[in-house]
């Protein structure tokens, strides 16, 4: 079956459902979890839908750092078992599934003054042992290279903008960057959909109520019941709307959007202590096009769940004063361009937990506190799979990095409650549209630019600039996206309207400015669209 999304296909997949066709799981929420879910449960021959309230990746999945994590973090916190669970997925990740999307990228902590020699031991004992998990792991040095110290002018070559006085040298470890967060969902429901799964956005779950699920198409108005045999609730930090049971503190986490020029184009990732905390650092990390996202925060953000969270005055404040305390030059707000928050779907728990575990109380994801207050920086980023009473299986918490075993975990439970016949998991082996061994990846004949946005596909977004070279021109000043790029998107991957094309297909709209200029281009590409 094809791999392509358009919005033809939505509104045929969305009349079979709606005139009683049964699927086996419906999938709530395609965020990076559901996508995963969606692939998870079509790869074993599940008759699978996947809805979105807005579109692919609306919600924390593309406000993320962007990080396939190993898990020196977690390592550094003792929950070791969590750390090798990230280092296994980044490795199936980097080497399998998503090479194409995923590459090596070099962190570089300056040892400032600021940089203790104490801290820098302990920074060397975590970094071995990240390295250690690596090997486990089975990701060779050639893929991610072993941390090491370097000096003084190998740190200023990598990062021009740190200050010199006092630098003593660096530490460097690798990790893995995803070239952006919403590819990752964008490849994981178009390869569902190679599998027979419906991938429908604008399709709100209003309720479930056994086998019947309530679905608002928010394009027509209309309302319809789609049978599913079994439920997976993958809504992130909205789980609680269809699983009342669920206990979440969501966190909101702030990135601001710098030019590279500002810290003298970086090579690599540049690594600040936060002043006064053991474990906590802000991280300016290169992108693709000529930015750096600066992040990130870690704030208790309880009350109602906005659709599009906010960073606030204090975030942006932090993060540049953080960052300036390494710099020869301080930057101003004037070098900030954008700035993105996302809520992190925490469980309301120290201890989280998967495989269906509940809380004595029955709720599941239980605040292990005893009633202290809890700072979110330190709740568990484990994943929670729980099937309500009334049948619902909600998978929450976790990380991007984490997303294919929390999906393996969620269908695990909603096909065991359900009585489902399905084979094993088989995501570990399934390669995502687009993906190919690097060295095949190496001569794919287009510009290294797309290659790492669409791997082995490349080459057919170039073809649609065939008879129209002005395709391949960027589509506005302040960005190098083309109008291919959002032909592709318009034809391949789903995208119904504007702010699907600018906020996750591209991510232009993470420059205010730039967006404001590429707006027209975005209008006029779908007077293109064949009809
Ligand atoms: C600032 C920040 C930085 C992070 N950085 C990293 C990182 O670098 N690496 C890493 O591994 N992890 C990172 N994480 C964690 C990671 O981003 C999240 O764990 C992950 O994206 C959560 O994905 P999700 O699919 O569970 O939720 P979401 O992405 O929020 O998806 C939920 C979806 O459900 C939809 N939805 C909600 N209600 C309904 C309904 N009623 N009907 C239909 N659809 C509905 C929403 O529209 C949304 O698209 C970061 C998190 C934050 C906040």
């Known amino acids: 079956m094809s791999t392509s999304l358009s919005g033809a296909r939505r509104a045929r997949e969305l009349a079979e459902l709606a005139s009683g066709r049964e699927v086996d799981l419906l999938v709530v929420g395609l965020g990076v979890t559901g996508a995963g879910v969606a692939l998870d449960a079509a790869a074993r021959g599940l008759r699978v839908a996947a809805l979105d309230a807005h579109d692919l990746g609306f919600g924390t999945s593309r406000w993320s750092s962007k990080l396939v994590h190993g898990g020196l973090r977690y390592l550094a916190a003792g929950h070791l078992g969590l750390a090798y669970e990230c280092a296994a997925e980044r490795h199936i990740l980097l080497r399998r599934t998503a090479p194409h999307l995923v590459s090596a990228l070099p962190f570089v902590l300056p040892l400032t003054p600021l940089v203790s020699p104490a801290r820098t031991a302990l920074s060397r004992v975590g970094f071995a042992a990240a390295d250690a998990l690596r090997a486990v792991a089975g990701t060779p040095a050639a893929a991610l290279p072993r941390a090491r110290r370097i000096g003084a002018a190998e740190v200023l070559r990598l ?56 679905v608002l198409d928010t394009l027509t108005g209309s309302r319809h019941a789609i049978r599913a045999r079994a439920v997976v609730n993958a809504t992130g930090v909205w789980a609680q709307h269809l699983d009342p049971t669920v206990r979440l503190r969501p966190s909101r986490g702030t990135h601001l959007v710098l030019r590279a020029e500002a810290l003298g184009h970086p090579a690599a990732a540049l690594v600040v202590p936060v002043p006064g905390e053991r474990n906590r650092f802000v991280f300016a990390v290169p992108q693709p096009d000529g930015l750096v996202y600066l992040g990130l925060t870690d704030e208790a953000a309880d009350g109602p769940v906005p659709d599009v969270p906010e960073p606030t005055t204090a975030e942006i404040r932090f993060l540049l004063e953080t960052l300036n305390a390494t710099l020869g030059a301080a930057l101003t707000d004037a070098d900030v361009v954008g700035a993105f928050a996302g809520l992190r779907p925490l469980l309301a728990s120290r201890a989280g937990g998967s495989g269906g575990s509940a809380g004595a109380d029955g709720s599941a994801g239980a605040d292990g506190s005893g009633g202290r207050a809890v700072r979110t920086a330190d709740l568990s980023r484990r994943h929670l799979v729980h099937t309500s009473a009334a049948g619902i299986t909600t998978v929450v918490g976790g990380k991007l990095t984490t997303y294919r075993r929390m999906a393996r975990d969620a269908v695990d439970a909603a096909v065991a409650h359900a009585g489902l016949p399905a084979a094993a998991c088989r995501t570990a082996w399934l390669p995502l549209v687009g993906a190919a061994p690097a060295s095949v990846l190496a001569r794919v004949p287009a510009p290294a630019r797309l290659v790492a946005r669409y791997g082995a596909e490349a080459p057919a977004v170039l073809a649609l600039a065939q008879g129209d070279p002005e395709l391949l021109v960027p589509i506005a000043d302040g960005t190098e996206v083309t109008g291919a790029e959002l032909l592709w998107a318009v034809r391949h991957e789903g995208a119904l309207d504007v702010d699907d094309l600018l906020d996750r297909r591209t991510r232009i709209g993470l420059r205010p400015v730039d967006r404001a200029r590429a707006l027209a281009a975005a209008r006029g590409v779908f007077a293109r669209q064949e009809p």
Not at 180 to 195: Q, S, Y
Not at 205 to 210: L, N, P, Q, Y
């Open 159 to 214: 990062l021009p903008a740190v200050r010199r006085a006092g630098l003593r040298g660096g530490l460097v470890q690798w990790d893995g960057q995803l070239v952006d967060d919403v590819r990752l969902v964008v490849a994981l429901a178009r390869t569902a959909a190679g599998r027979g799964a419906r991938i429908l956005t604008r399709c709100r779950v209003e309720a479930v109520d056994g086998g019947s699920v309530a």
